[in-house]
């Protein structure tokens, strides 16, 4: 009787804890979110030591949706040492969850959406790929190959992505200028594995190329290949 006292008890506390630790971020949040413009310069360094090439965001929003914080930012590039822009990104919208990251003790995103994506991609003679405007030097190609595998690892983490009106511009000395596009796709986590669906134009093509699989959680490699 007296352990399920207590065991009453500690529970009791335990949810009278969570709630105030969660009313607490709310009510810190909704003091914050009006100055989120004041930390832009901040965030723009933290993306860039994420990704490792410079990060620009044209307008940062972020507001409240019940518990759960919204943040929306427009303009987004990125730019490799000698390419501006090679990642260009008109929209993104993601959802922090509150109550899961202060379970987790770490961001946890719903509802990310990244709408109107350039990608400018090149590869050498020996068919590798890469951010268009990367230094050729082996380190300096693995460093940038990193950093895009780190996020895309990241994004897949999260419980589903949608990446609308992605366009991927390759530059080759084997073929002419190869465009890809893909008007949506998504990603959705379901236990280990990341499933990806999306439709594929190349060129003029008028038949896509439908893509259903399962992505592994770690894609460090994911960049080590060739066309």
Do not use: C
């Not at 202060?102 to 990608?119: A, E, I, M, Y």
């Not at 268009?132 to 999260?158: F, H, I, M, W």
């Amino acid at each position: 009787m007296r352990a399920m006292r207590a065991a009453t008890r500690l529970l009791f506390w335990a949810v009278v804890i969570a709630s105030v630790l969660l009313a607490s971020t709310v009510l810190l949040a909704k003091l914050a979110l009006p100055l989120i413009n004041v930390y832009q310069p901040q965030i723009e360094r933290n993306l860039a030591q994420l990704t490792g090439m410079d990060v620009h965001v044209g307008d940062l929003i972020g507001e409240l949706k019940g518990v759960n914080v919204e943040f929306r930012a427009t303009d987004l590039s990125l730019d490799t040492p000698k390419q501006l822009e090679a990642i260009k990104l008109e929209y993104l919208s993601l959802e922090l969850d509150i109550p899961k990251t202060l379970f987790t003790l770490s961001p946890q995103f719903q509802n990310v959406v990244l709408s109107g994506v350039d990608v400018l991609l090149q590869e050498d003679e020996l068919g590798n790929i890469t951010l268009k405007g990367q230094e050729a030097s082996p380190s300096a190609s693995s460093s940038a190959d990193t950093a895009v595998s780190r996020v895309l690892n990241y994004a897949a983490e999260q419980q589903q992505v949608s990446l609308l009106d992605v366009s991927l511009t390759l530059n080759s000395p084997r073929f002419d200028e190869l465009s890809v596009v893909m008007p949506a796709t998504m990603l959705r986590k379901r236990f280990a594995k990341t499933l990806l669906r999306t439709d594929v134009f190349i060129n003029d093509i008028e038949q896509p190329i439908q893509v259903r699989a399962q992505m592994s959680r770690d894609l460090t490699n994911f960049l080590e290949q060739q066309v």
